[in-house]
């Protein structure tokens, strides 16, 4: 049975395909949008980000599975992503930074293509913006977009300053990381308060609802087999799970997401023809690199004992009760900084790429709440860190796992396969060390680092705490053991390989992605902000084409 037709089938109703949905509706397009998912705005636990956190794992998470990494001892991982209306905008934390200019220069010179550069893409983010603060540039940010960007210092009327804001300042600026204002032009280096697109009231902002969809025709808990084409080439709409078509008269635009989108581009004909061959698919167009370049962040999570848990620092301590810190993720500052050049051992695959020195390599988060570390209690006894790597380059693959549409795929992340991205955490981590145990401001707060327990198949033994002077292979350990990824996967259908610089799929016509499967390289920063931007622009080409 075919339904529509449509102008314009979206497939994805996440982040991405929220804006382009939208954004074509309003400006009188006939589009509708495909969601796997249920609409969960019934559901009390998407209001806020910390009820959020309850929802992982389940019916709104597809809760992918990797396969065992060998450079993570062999684990298996669990990457969370959004599967509702809203996707990973509805079970995320919140967190709204940009990535570094530098970031996107690269994704544009790669690309040949300087719409993705940092200025390229300057406007988008502007567009995206209500930026909570009116005397902020506006060649920075912008005042009357959908999504309300807060500060955390600025959030809730300025309550809440977290207790240990100032030392954890402090601290830092004891190591020469500095307070880094307003980020002129895109400079990301340095201390950097956290920011969020929460509302004035610390209520989520999921992408349905401040991109409206009134005018959208919206077809949730819809699942979409492939999409089929007609004799020229052209994407002429989607085959649905139960049997039915949607007819696209001008485009088939795929959002599912860097994890089902290349599973959706294989199932459809596009893809390496020995992965289709596997599966008895017959090929549309051989595109070799779907499903190639998966690159994500890579963190590790470390929690801190505190002398003195009755000051109420962190969330479960009685005094830690101001209602402010409850509105929100409880977090406040980000520490970007580079890897200057010497500090890393000689690498025995690549080196780093000329320049890299001068790149913002890494991240330490600090949290006033222990996230999910095995053993350690949230009774205000500790606060944590996370130790994150912006720059990875390690990549993974995604492969079918059959030709069933129901069957989510294979995935091999990869994770810390090059010495580069082991080295780098490894001096990340010593950095994060230095911060909270040999600094005069966080040293007089903090006791030691607490270690997480082991799995339960290696109960037999235990980590020691990390300290000053631990050894490198004991960092290296607890990185290939208790390391995680932080849930930012993308690059599996990368541009300048699988589509053009305006996300239209190589070989074929009618069919284009937007999500971040495009995104050629790791960005730094947290990745909604560059989702919207990224978006914003996509559906500005998609109008300029029609």
């Given at each position: 049975?075919?339904?529509?037709?449509?102008?314009?089938?979206?497939?994805?109703?996440?982040?991405?395909?929220?804006?382009?949905?939208?954004?074509?509706?309003?400006?009188?397009?006939?589009?509708?949008?495909?969601?796997?998912?249920?609409?969960?705005?019934?559901?009390?636990?998407?209001?806020?980000?910390?009820?959020?956190?309850?929802?992982?794992?389940?019916?709104?998470?597809?809760?992918?599975?990797?396969?065992?990494?060998?450079?993570?001892?062999?684990?298996?991982?669990?990457?969370?992503?959004?599967?509702?209306?809203?996707?990973?905008?509805?079970?995320?934390?919140?967190?709204?930074?940009?990535?570094?200019?530098?970031?996107?220069?690269?994704?544009?010179?790669?690309?040949?293509?300087?719409?993705?550069?940092?200025?390229?893409?300057?406007?988008?983010?502007?567009?995206?913006?209500?930026?909570?603060?009116?005397?902020?540039?506006?060649?920075?940010?912008?005042?009357?977009?959908?999504?309300?960007?807060?500060?955390?210092?600025?959030?809730?009327?300025?309550?809440?300053?977290?207790?240990?804001?100032?030392?954890?300042?402090?601290?830092?600026?004891e190591l020469e990381v500095q307070h880094n204002v307003d980020r002129k032009n895109?400079?990301?280096?340095?201390?950097?308060?956290?920011?969020?697109?929460?509302?004035?009231?610390?209520?989520?902002?999921?992408?349905?609802?401040?991109?409206?969809?009134?005018?959208?025709?919206?077809?949730?808990?819809?699942?979409?087999?492939?999409?089929?084409?007609?004799?020229?080439?052209?994407?002429?709409?989607?085959?649905?799970?139960?049997?039915?078509?949607?007819?696209?008269?001008?485009?088939?635009?795929?959002?599912?997401?860097?994890?089902?989108?290349?599973?959706?581009?294989?199932?459809?004909?596009?893809?390496?023809?020995?992965?289709?061959?596997?599966?008895?698919?017959?090929?549309?167009?051989?595109?070799?690199?779907?499903?190639?370049?998966?690159?994500?962040?890579?963190?590790?999570?470390?929690a801190w004992r505190l002398r003195d848990p009755s000051r109420g620092y962190a969330?479960?301590?009685?005094?830690?009760?101001?209602?402010?810190?409850?509105?929100?993720?409880?977090?406040?500052?980000?520490?970007?900084?580079?890897?200057?050049?010497?500090?890393?051992?000689?690498?025995?695959?690549?080196?780093?790429?000329?320049?890299?020195?001068?790149?913002?390599?890494?991240?330490?988060?600090?949290?006033?709440?222990?996230?999910?570390?095995?053993?350690?209690?949230?009774?205000?006894?500790?606060?944590?860190?996370?130790t994150m790597l912006l720059l990875p380059t390690s990549r993974g693959v995604i492969?079918?796992?059959?030709?069933?549409?129901?069957?989510?795929?294979?995935?091999?992340?990869?994770?810390?396969?090059?010495?580069?991205?082991?080295?780098?955490?490894?001096?990340?981590?010593?950095?994060?060390?230095?911060?909270?145990?040999?600094?005069?401001?966080?040293?007089?707060?903090?006791?030691?680092?607490?270690?997480?327990?082991?799995?339960?198949?290696?109960?037999?033994?235990?980590?020691?705490?990390?300290?000053?002077?631990?050894?490198?292979?004991?960092?290296?350990?607890?990185?290939?053991?208790?390391?995680?990824?932080?849930?930012?996967?993308?690059?599996?259908?990368?541009?300048?390989?699988?589509?053009?610089?305006?996300?239209?799929?190589?070989?074929?016509?009618?069919?284009?992605?937007?999500?971040?499967?495009?995104?050629?390289?790791?960005?730094?920063?947290?990745?909604?902000?560059?989702?919207?931007?990224?978006?914003?622009?996509?559906?500005?080409?998609?109008?300029?084409?029609?």
């Open positions: 049975m075919a339904s529509g037709p449509a102008e314009y089938v979206v497939v994805g109703g996440g982040l991405a395909g929220c804006v382009i949905a939208s954004r074509l509706s309003q400006q009188g397009k006939d589009v509708i949008l495909l969601e796997a998912g249920p609409d969960p705005s019934n559901n009390p636990a998407t209001a806020t980000f910390l009820t959020g956190v309850s929802l992982a794992g389940g019916d709104l998470d597809y809760s992918y599975t990797t396969e065992p990494v060998l450079c993570t001892d062999k684990r298996t991982h669990r990457l969370i992503a959004g599967k509702a209306l809203g996707g990973g905008t509805v079970l995320n934390y919140g967190g709204w930074l940009r990535g570094d200019a530098a970031d996107y220069d690269e994704w544009a010179e790669l690309v040949g293509d300087e719409r993705w550069s940092y200025q390229g893409l300057k406007p988008w983010f502007v567009k995206s913006e209500k930026f909570h603060d009116p005397n902020a540039d506006p060649q920075e940010h912008g005042f009357d977009g959908p999504v309300y960007v807060t500060s955390i210092a600025a959030a809730q009327d300025g309550q809440r300053k977290y207790p240990l804001r100032e030392t954890v300042k402090k601290a830092w600026a895109g400079a990301s280096e340095g201390l950097n308060e956290m920011h969020e697109n929460c509302d004035s009231e610390g209520k989520r902002q999921p992408s349905n609802v401040v991109y409206p969809l009134s005018k959208a025709k919206v077809l949730t808990n819809t699942l979409v087999h492939k999409v089929i084409f007609d004799g020229t080439g052209k994407a002429a709409g989607v085959l649905l799970v139960d049997g039915s078509v949607i007819i696209a008269t001008k485009e088939v635009i795929l959002s599912a997401g860097a994890h089902q989108t290349p599973k959706i581009l294989m199932l459809s004909g596009i893809g390496p023809s020995p992965e289709l061959a596997n599966h008895g698919i017959p090929v549309v167009y051989e595109s070799k690199h779907v499903g190639r370049n998966l690159h994500d962040h890579f963190a590790l999570h470390l969330l479960g301590s009685p005094g830690f009760s101001n209602p402010a810190f409850f509105k929100c993720f409880p977090w406040d500052w980000v520490a970007n900084q580079t890897v200057p050049k010497g500090a890393l051992p000689k690498m025995i695959d690549e080196e780093p790429k000329p320049g890299w020195e001068k790149r913002s390599a890494f991240e330490v988060l600090t949290a006033y709440i222990i996230p999910g570390i095995r053993g350690i209690p949230t009774d205000g006894s500790h606060i944590s860190t996370s492969t079918l796992r059959s030709s069933s549409p129901t069957d989510p795929p294979r995935i091999y992340p990869n994770y810390l396969t090059t010495q580069q991205d082991r080295e780098t955490l490894i001096y990340a981590t010593r950095r994060t060390l230095k911060a909270m145990l040999g600094t005069e401001n966080l040293g007089a707060i903090v006791e030691c680092e607490s270690p997480p327990d082991k799995a339960p198949e290696k109960a037999y033994s235990s980590f020691t705490p990390l300290t000053l002077d631990s050894s490198h292979g004991d960092i290296d350990t607890r990185l290939r053991e208790t390391g995680e990824p932080h849930q930012h996967s993308g690059g599996t259908a990368a541009m300048g390989k699988v589509v053009d610089g305006e996300g239209r799929v190589f070989g074929v016509t009618g069919l284009r992605v937007a999500d971040a499967s495009i995104i050629p390289v790791p960005l730094g920063g947290h990745p909604q902000a560059s989702l919207y931007a990224m978006a914003e622009q996509i559906a500005s080409m998609i109008l300029a084409d029609s």
